[in-house]
């Protein structure tokens, strides 16, 4: 099954972060319950891969100012059909930054959000299942700007609340602050 190699992320992602459990839980009935998941066009929801990318000291995140959200995020996207969720999260990066050096920290995932996505045109308010994984920029990090955001800025984890006050990011910030700290 096409969606195995997720669930089974998410069954060892749950023995880490035994505190997520009711997400963990909400993700695998998503998957389990719906062959297209990682379908764009499956209107309850889909799958998305997202890259927590941090400088070579794990002090500094590149974010994106979205330009259809108008919010500072972490780079990511739709899987369109791609179950590799990590390949995924590599390719939006690259993306939306243009960081040709970007290398996985590690291939467990880092952290899981689903959070609603407003009716734009045509498309209906949706979820997105977002699977975020932990990457590095093994280059100089000097990054392009995408049409996909209005800019790009590498921000200090300890100066992150002027970007984003959402749960989310600041559960981002503090794993990667907790994972570089004992790594």
């Known amino acids: 099954m ?20 009711e997400i963990v839980a909400c993700f695998r009935q998503f998957v389990a319950g719906n062959g297209e998941c990682f379908e764009r066009h499956f209107t309850e929801g889909h799958i998305t891969g997202s890259a927590w990318i941090v400088d070579r000291t794990g002090t500094r995140t590149l974010l994106t100012h979205h330009r259809k959200l108008n919010r500072w995020l972490q780079p990511g ?23 040709e050096s970007l290398v996985p920290v590690s291939t467990e995932i880092f952290d899981l959000d689903i959070h609603p996505i407003p009716a734009r045109g045509s498309d209906p308010e949706h979820f997105h299942y977002d699977v975020r994984f932990l990457v590095r920029d093994a280059g100089a990090g000097d990054y392009v700007v995408s049409e ?35 790594a």
């Open 77 to 99: 996207g739709h899987a369109d059909g791609d179950p590799d969720v990590l390949a995924v999260a590599l390719s939006e990066g690259l993306e939306e930054t243009g960081l």
């Open 148 to 182: 996909e955001s209005h800019d790009l800025a590498w921000v200090s984890l300890s100066e992150l609340g002027k970007y984003s006050t959402e749960e989310s990011m600041r559960r981002m910030r503090d794993k990667c602050g907790a994972y570089f700290r004992t």
């Open 2 to 21: 096409h969606r195995q190699p997720l669930l089974d992320l998410l069954s060892r992602y749950a023995v880490r972060h035994p505190d997520e459990a």
